[in-house]
């Protein structure tokens, strides 16, 4: 066999592994691993570059924002910001059909303004929402699809973990990712509030409704949301203004909700220590698949799989547009099947040349940046789609009365949602580098 089809066999092998349930940044790593042998003949070769690789992945300075924005996320929801992000957004929003879900979808993007990671969000609004929604005779498969959906606002709006990956790989700006994610993740969070008010018209017994409080005490609940707003501002303003690097920033942010939550007594010796293991955990699983990838697509490269079918597709005179939609068709069906960092560090090294070949009239730089908005939307639908998406897992678990099929069908709603915003955005660019 030639190294490209050694390299083109590697992928039916990957998915094997992954149906075999072996983890994906272990499935990564020993396909990578063999196939280097494969390639070069000598056992040698793989087993230096482990040495290598492990130090030129993991030196890398950007990756520290990782652990950092998981802990500011962690320390946000010890110092009660879920909370009140939740109340503010059912005081102006509760007793209206559906409002009690609609403050879910609201609260879920003040979070995830200062979280970056979509599981963390479902998980933590939640814990808050939940209870709210079943209290005032919501639906169980409405109220979970509604949660999974939000949590999905997570590595949308910045900061994002996701972006911060994918600006790595692609060698992009962390800081006009974020600044191009702005805009997307406001139209998420207006179309799934859409979506809420056509399911409850659709099904009208699905949604309870609440009494409506006094004004007074709705701006008494908007004013404690004022962490949140200090903390966005600093962090993600910061960072546009040029005060502090992406890195720098996370830090920044991370200290600020430390103290807030201290100030607010969530923070303690016991509670830091679980913070500290969390973040730990999470960080060593987000890495672990990030060195598997090097290892994989360091393998493709030698291969010249990348290279050879970027210039396949470019050779073969297809539209831009056409080669566009397959790719994030093909996002979409592998979104079914799994995580979304993994979706991103398997095939990004692979499209990411492919879609920097081919003309869309703009700059290498406004494509880069496009192209990414548009995958992590697209894998953002992973996130809530059958029968694999994991924020529905996440919910599911928190919510062991509501079936599965349930979640499934009230789901679609948001994932039509997000198919419109897909159209709309890779239709027009303008929207996405409107603030660049």
């Not at 509030?193 to 709705?218: F, L």
Request: with cysteine.
């Amino acid at each position: 066999m030639s190294n490209l089809e050694i390299g083109m066999a590697s992928f039916p092998a990957l998915l094997a592994l992954i149906f075999l349930r072996v983890p994906i940044g272990l499935a990564m790593f020993l396909t990578g691993l063999v196939g280097l042998y494969l390639v070069t003949g000598n056992i040698n070769l793989p087993l230096n570059r482990l040495k290598s690789e492990t130090f030129t992945t993991f030196s890398s300075y950007s990756l520290s924002i990782v652990p950092i924005f998981l802990l500011m996320g962690h320390f946000a929801t010890l110092g009660g910001m879920s909370q009140a992000l939740f109340r503010a957004a059912e005081g102006f929003l509760g007793h209206r059909k559906g409002g009690v879900a609609m403050a879910s979808i609201g609260a879920c993007a003040g979070f995830g303004a200062i979280c970056g990671s979509s599981l963390a969000t479902a998980a933590t609004m939640s814990r808050v929402a939940l209870p709210e929604l079943k209290r005032y005779g919501y639906d169980g498969g409405f109220s979970t699809a509604t949660l999974a959906a939000g949590g999905t606002l997570g590595i949308l709006i910045p900061p994002s973990v996701v972006l911060v990956i994918y600006a790595i790989l692609t060698e992009q700006n962390i800081a006009k990712l974020f600044l191009a994610a702005f805009i997307p993740g406001i139209l998420a969070a207006i179309g799934y509030v859409i979506a809420i008010s056509i399911y409850v018209r659709v099904n009208p017994g699905a949604a309870g409704t609440r009494p409506a409080i006094p004004m007074g005490e709705r701006f008494a609940r908007l004013l404690a949301v004022w962490p949140v707003l200090l903390v966005f501002g600093l962090v993600v303003g910061g960072i546009y203004a040029g005060w502090f690097t992406p890195t720098e920033g996370a830090a920044v942010g991370a200290a600020g909700t430390g103290l807030i939550a201290l100030a607010n007594g969530g923070l303690n010796w016991r509670t830091l220590l679980e913070s500290f293991s969390v973040t730990a955990k999470s960080t060593a699983m987000i890495f672990f698949i990030i060195l598997g990838a090097a290892f994989y697509n360091g393998f493709l490269a030698l291969t010249r799989v990348p290279q050879e079918l970027s210039s396949f597709v470019v050779d073969q005179g297809f539209s831009p547009w056409v080669v566009l939609a397959l790719i994030l068709l093909f996002y979409l069906v592998l979104g079914c099947l799994m995580d979304s960092l993994s979706m991103i560090l398997l095939t990004i090294p692979i499209f990411f040349p492919v879609v920097q070949g081919l003309e869309f009239g703009m700059t290498p730089e406004e494509v880069a940046i496009w192209f990414g908005i548009l995958v992590l939307i697209v894998v953002e639908v992973g996130l809530i789609t059958p029968p694999v998406g994991m924020n529905l897992f996440v919910i599911n678990a928190m919510d062991k009365t509501t079936p599965m099929t349930a979640t499934y069908r009230a789901v679609l709603y948001y994932v039509g949602s997000d198919l419109v915003r897909v159209v709309i955005l890779a239709a027009f660019p303008a929207i996405t580098l409107f603030l660049l």
